[in-house]
């Protein structure tokens, strides 16, 4: 069959996977390195189908679960993990140039670059828009100096999402610009950041008279709050799992050191928490659990697995609704983020009730594998990162049902006159 044989709004499931089970099939193959299987998945505008024609299929959630069952069925790993696929993508084809799109987009989906994001800083978290990393022009580049933190996948990125502040005059909104900025250069420091988990998926960054190009630059100068807003956007619902994808274990990028490791090499390991959230293999896992216990007729666990079953039923079929653009009102981001926060709470609390003592022990001998013990631990990050469950109330409130805004200063007030922890300004 061709690369893109069949559109999947045409076909059934049943033709899609068949079709998918003969493509992998012809490209499958352990043996091969990961970053050659990235590419035939690429070329097939299998590694991220949601996107559009042509580097993606235009497929809603329910075609992207064909493809992953019937990778799942033959043991093939799945796409490019990480940011550079869930938020640097979309962003770029939203906002960037054909040359920056064709620069950065195809390499992205082929896993030959890894990305971070280059948002918060110390002073500068649920109101991001406080930033205070600056970038000064010197002819076709621009002289980057701050601090950032919570940075993802910071210590294996090849490029970073940097918003830095390029018009001090300008209201704090409205002088932000939105970088494709290169991490393996000089006065560019990644310190790793050691989690509950043991874990270091965070890290801080520290950027002393870093360069950018001026032609990286993506969106219009001074215009980054719209672009950055996307990126927001596209975070908020892929946290809330509305993506469907299946992600690999490998990392993707120069610095990692796995795209010429074999793909096969990868099957069965799993990816940190922080890339799953809470699905149905918690559910799964959960089930299971309380079954080989005893719990299954347990009255109380019953109900909770029944909610949380409800929980993530919800989740699946706000998803499909908000790709209806008739029915769309903004604020689906937001409230994806706060579903999947509250479902992960309650399979936290679920986990805790299976499991009773054997909660507390840890690691790959313990009790689920030690999955749910980790799923417990890190459980409090995902209402923080990403905009706190606070921020996301704070948001539907305030641009979808049209509650007053919070007091603060006049929003054109330049940024250099606001109140700030300290500037170099």
């Known amino acids: 069959m061709s690369e893109r044989q069949a559109s999947a709004s045409t076909a059934s499931g049943g033709e899609l996977r068949s079709e998918l089970d003969a493509w992998l099939a012809d490209n499958w193959d352990p043996e091969a390195s990961v970053q050659e299987w990235w590419q035939r998945l690429a070329a097939a505008g299998l590694s991220n189908p949601t996107l559009p024609e042509p580097h993606g ?3 809603g959630r329910s075609e992207t679960r ?5 990778m799942r069925a033959v043991g093939a790993i799945g796409a490019p993990a990480g940011l550079g696929m869930l938020l640097a993508a979309p962003t770029v084809l939203e906002h960037g140039t054909p040359e920056q799109i064709e620069r950065f987009v195809p390499a992205i989906l082929n896993g030959t670059e890894s990305w971070c994001q280059l948002f918060s800083e110390p002073g500068a978290g ?3 828009a406080g930033l205070q990393t600056k970038a000064i022009r010197d002819g076709d580049e621009w002289i980057v100096t701050g601090q950032k933190v919570w940075t993802s996948e910071g210590s294996h990125a090849d490029l970073g999402m940097l918003v830095a502040r390029t018009d001090p005059e300008a209201p704090k909104h409205r002088g932000l610009t939105w970088f494709a900025f290169e991490m393996e250069q000089d006065g560019v420091e990644v310190r790793p950041l050691r989690e509950m988990t043991g874990r270091s998926l965070f890290n801080e960054v520290f950027i002393d008279g870093a360069r950018v190009p001026h032609a990286n630059v993506i969106g219009e100068l001074n215009d980054g709050w719209r672009v950055t807003n996307t990126t927001l956007m596209v975070e908020r619902a892929g946290i809330g799992g509305s993506h469907g994808l299946a992600f690999a274990a490998a990392h993707p990028g120069s610095i990692a050191g796995h795209l010429d490791r074999p793909a096969g090499t990868f099957r069965g390991k799993r990816l940190p928490l922080a890339a799953g959230g809470v699905g149905p293999g918690t559910f799964n896992q959960l089930s299971e659990e309380a079954r080989a216990r005893g719990r299954g007729g347990d009255l ?3 109900q909770e697995l029944a909610a949380l ?3 993530l039923e919800v989740m699946r079929l706000s998803a499909m609704r908000s790709r209806q653009k008739s029915q769309r009102t903004g604020g689906e981001g ?4 706060l579903r999947m926060t509250a479902a992960l709470r309650r399979a936290r609390s679920l986990a805790s009730t299976i499991l009773g003592a054997d909660m507390t022990l840890w690691g790959d001998e313990a009790a689920s594998g030690g999955v749910l013990q980790e799923m417990a631990v890190f459980s409090p990050a995902p209402s923080i990162y990403g905009g706190t469950d606070e921020i996301q109330r704070n948001i539907l409130g305030e641009r979808v049902l049209g509650l007053p805004r919070e007091p603060g200063p006049d929003p054109a ?4 006159e606001l109140a700030q922890n300290a500037t170099s300004w």
């Open 413 to 416: 007030t330049p940024f250099r």
């Open 126 to 128: 649920s109101d991001l």
């Open 309 to 311: 079953h409800t929980d």
């Open 300 to 302: 109380i666990v019953r």
């Open 334 to 337: 937001n409230l994806a983020k």
């Open 66 to 70: 064909v493809l992953v069952e019937a």
């Open 57 to 59: 299929r235009g497929w």
